[in-house]
């Protein structure tokens, strides 16, 4: 097994898929996380391209996270069986990553940031909740894509546990979705992170 | 219909590293191309409310990103294993962020032009430089493995941008300026620049 390293914030972000996949695979890591003085000051002169998260494969740096993402996921066989399974993992870990990724994480002013933080619920992210949790339930299956658990089951488990923390009573339509976040995050390796793993904001 | 249907807005964005694939592949497709004002009536067909959405076989595809990387990989155009597939998605995604900063909706047009110009200067020559650095030292054809990958076409469409609107910056590229022409000259490829609309954005 090569040696791994993954370089990025101390925050969710880009970098928490990849340390959910270790997680999940059982696999080792270094996990290291800078604040964003060191980043500037030390770190990002030391990447390819500028950017983080970066993945040291023994020593060899890959950035870009969904190029990181994707290639931990085949190696552990959470990509997919074949690859119309890939495409379609892929698309519900993009539609996903583009709701949430519209939530204010940055804004200062607490009332507006709640205010802006309803909208993207009520108008972007609950809408696409909704059209999932249908196809999911007419699937009959035990996960997004296919037989086995993917990254788009980690991405979904991880937007949940982010929208359960903040009020969970926004997913009570969605009781197939709840139920395999909760498969998902009671999974020999990732209860075990989870119980551990720093909770961020976002 | 056809095996294969993409549908999306009348321009390059999100849709042209897909369409340039099947040129490169010389695989057939409709091309189902709307304008803004038909948006609001389409969004509501396709399955998430986004596009482009690639129909296979009357099945729809979103997300551009699956959508190009299964076409690369039946086209053979996705490297020779994972961790290419991974340096291939990584320089992708590299153009792709450092390109996206371009004020392609921008309407006045001489702000459109400074900002332009300020994006390469400030993001895009950087990059490319690194890219050209380790491009000419690894003395390849292609940008990742010994084929063609969307990479490259991502490059080349990126390159082809660069010479409407900022080519100052081109000469400090000469590798990356070759690795452009050889690809614009493929079969398949040359057709479609020849014939694509022009984009306005």
């Given at each position: 097994?090569?040696?791994?390293?993954?370089?990025?914030?101390?925050?969710?972000?880009?970098?928490?898929?990849?340390?959910?996949?270790?997680?999940?695979?059982?696999?080792?890591?270094?996990?290291?996380?800078?604040?964003?003085?060191q980043?500037?000051?030390?770190?990002?002169?030391?990447?390819?391209?500028g950017?983080?998260?970066?993945?040291?494969?023994?020593?060899?740096?890959?950035?870009?996270?969904?190029?990181?993402?994707?290639?931990?996921?085949?190696?552990?066989?959470?990509?997919?069986?074949?690859?119309?399974?890939?495409?379609?993992?892929?698309?519900?870990?993009?539609?996903?990553?583009?709701?949430?990724?519209?939530l204010?994480?940055f804004?200062?002013?607490?009332?507006?940031?709640?205010e802006k933080t309803?909208?993207?619920?009520k108008?972007?992210?609950?809408p696409?909740?909704?059209?999932?949790?249908?196809?999911?339930?007419?699937?009959?299956?035990?996960?997004?894509?296919?037989?086995?658990?993917?990254?788009?089951?980690?991405?979904?488990?991880?937007?949940?546990?982010?929208?359960?923390?903040?009020?969970?009573?926004?997913?009570?339509?969605f009781?197939n979705?709840?139920?395999?976040?909760?498969r998902?995050?009671n999974?020999?390796g990732?209860?075990?992170?989870l119980?551990?793993?720093?909770?961020?904001?976002? | 219909?056809?095996?294969?249907?993409?549908?999306?807005?009348?321009?390059?964005?999100?849709?042209?590293v897909?369409?340039?694939?099947f040129?490169?592949?010389?695989?057939?497709?409709?091309?189902?191309?709307?304008?803004?004002e038909?948006?609001?009536?389409?969004?509501?067909e396709?399955?998430?409310?986004?596009?482009?959405?690639?129909?296979?076989?009357?099945?729809?595809?979103?997300e551009?990103?699956?959508?190009?990387?299964?076409?690369a990989?039946?086209?053979?155009?996705?490297?020779?294993?994972?961790?290419?597939?991974?340096?291939i998605e990584?320089?992708h995604?590299?153009?792709h962020?450092?390109?996206s900063?371009?004020?392609y909706?921008?309407n006045?047009?001489?702000?459109k032009k400074?900002?332009?110009?300020e994006?390469?200067?400030?993001?895009?020559?950087p990059?490319?430089?690194k890219?050209?650095?380790?491009?000419?030292?690894?003395?390849?054809?292609?940008?990742?493995?010994?084929?063609?990958?969307?990479?490259d076409?991502?490059?080349?469409?990126?390159?082809?941008?660069?010479?409407?609107?900022?080519?100052?910056?081109?000469?400090?590229?000469?590798?990356?300026?070759?690795?452009?022409d050889?690809?614009?000259?493929l079969?398949?490829?040359?057709?479609?620049?020849?014939?694509?609309?022009?984009?306005k954005?």
């Open positions: 097994m090569p040696h791994y390293k993954l370089s990025y914030f101390d925050i969710y972000g880009r970098g928490e898929m990849v340390r959910l996949l270790f997680a999940a695979a059982k696999v080792e890591f270094e996990d290291e996380r800078f604040t964003r003085e980043w500037k000051e030390t770190y990002k002169k030391t990447t390819p391209f950017y983080c998260p970066v993945l040291y494969i023994d020593g060899a740096p890959l950035c870009e996270s969904g190029a990181i993402v994707r290639l931990l996921a085949s190696k552990f066989g959470f990509n997919g069986a074949n690859t119309v399974e890939e495409a379609h993992i892929a698309m519900f870990n993009g539609a996903l990553r583009t709701m949430y990724v519209r204010p994480n804004d200062v002013d607490e009332q507006l940031k709640e309803r909208v993207v619920y108008d972007h992210i609950l696409l909740l909704e059209k999932i949790e249908k196809k999911f339930s007419d699937k009959k299956a035990e996960f997004l894509v296919g037989e086995k658990m993917s990254y788009a089951d980690l991405r979904l488990m991880q937007y949940l546990i982010i929208t359960e923390r903040y009020d969970a009573s926004l997913l009570a339509p009781p979705l709840v139920a395999l976040k909760d998902c995050r999974t020999d990732l209860k075990q992170y119980a551990t793993s720093k909770i961020c904001p976002f | 219909m056809g095996k294969y249907k993409l549908t999306y807005f009348n321009g390059p964005g999100r849709a042209e897909i369409r340039l694939l040129s490169a592949a010389k695989v057939e497709f409709e091309d189902h191309r709307f304008g803004f038909q948006w609001p009536t389409i969004k509501q396709m399955p998430f409310n986004q596009v482009p959405v690639l129909y296979i076989d009357g099945t729809p595809l979103c551009s990103g699956a959508i190009f990387r299964y076409l990989t039946e086209f053979g155009m996705n490297g020779a294993n994972s961790l290419q597939a991974a340096y990584m320089v995604g590299v153009l962020d450092v390109y900063k371009v004020p909706m921008e006045d047009a001489k702000v400074e900002k332009t110009t994006v390469h200067q400030e993001h895009i020559l990059a490319l430089k890219i050209e650095k380790k491009f000419s030292e690894s003395k390849r054809q292609f940008l990742v493995g010994d084929k063609l990958s969307y990479a076409l991502k490059l080349m469409n990126s390159l082809i941008l660069t010479e409407e609107r900022a080519p100052e910056i081109l000469p400090q590229l000469p590798n990356l300026c070759a690795l452009r050889r690809v614009r000259n079969d398949g490829v040359k057709q479609y620049l020849a014939s694509r609309p022009i984009s954005m």
